[in-house]
């Protein structure tokens, strides 16, 4: 009797999920997209929909291709070989920079972002001046193509990482140095000029009279 009751429970276990499973024998998906809509999951043809800042930011550090150093330059080869968080900047010349103003230079950061990212450079800009644009980068090999890029586009005056600028098309000056811009902005409104020295108060003027005397005297 223990025989045939060993023998007989894999039978009772199959009709049990059988009479289990009839409900849903004619069940058939028609449109699984639609139903998936409806679950409200997201869309799953974009895998970067729906996700954390933070996953996306490591989404793209994993998709950046490593730039290929060129240990002739060593400016470059270090330039390059720096990781983690960095600052430059991209000048346009003062006649770009006057056509342009402040908002045109923001909608001309908005455009080198998209096309630095679509080459695989993760970048935020910043247009601080007329005609000033602040990079912040944050991967190692990206400061080389980043300079690159922006040396390749028209009416750029200088590129600037670390105090050092870069020029293109060959150059090495500028085609309108600091002081002549700075004149320039200051006849244009876009900054104040620096106010006059303060004059010494006169107890200074007093005491550096009577030191004066005292070291003639020795």
């Not at 059988?18 to 409200?40: C, H, V």
């Not at 996953?55 to 990781?83: I, T």
């Not at 630095?116 to 800009?125: A, F, N």
Request: glycine share 6%.
């Amino acid at each position: 009797m223990g025989i045939n009751s060993r023998r007989l429970l894999p039978w009772f276990v199959l009709m049990s999920i059988r009479s289990w499973a009839y409900p849903f024998d004619d069940f058939e998906i028609k449109d699984a997209e639609a139903d998936i809509r409806d679950l409200d999951v997201g869309d799953l043809s974009d895998m970067e929909t729906d996700v954390t800042p933070m996953f996306l930011d490591e989404l793209k550090k994993m998709r950046e291709k490593p730039v290929a150093m060129d240990m002739s330059n060593p400016m470059d080869f270090m330039m390059n070989s720096q990781g983690g968080t960095q600052m430059s900047f991209a000048t346009l010349t003062q006649q770009k920079a006057e056509q342009l103003g402040k908002e045109g230079t923001e909608k001309l950061a908005g455009q080198w972002t998209s096309m630095l990212q679509v080459g695989g450079v993760s970048v935020k800009t910043y247009a601080t001046d007329p005609g000033r644009i602040l990079f912040v980068t944050n991967g190692q090999g990206l400061m080389g193509r980043l300079k690159q890029f922006v040396l390749e586009q028209p009416d750029i005056d200088w590129f600037e990482f670390q105090q050092q600028k870069n020029y293109p098309n060959g150059r090495t000056a500028p085609l309108m140095d600091n002081d002549a811009r700075n004149k320039r902005e200051i006849e244009l409104g876009w900054r104040k000029p620096q106010p006059p020295p303060r004059p010494a108060p006169q107890n200074e003027k007093k005491e550096k009279k009577k030191k004066k005397k005292k070291n003639a005297a020795k």
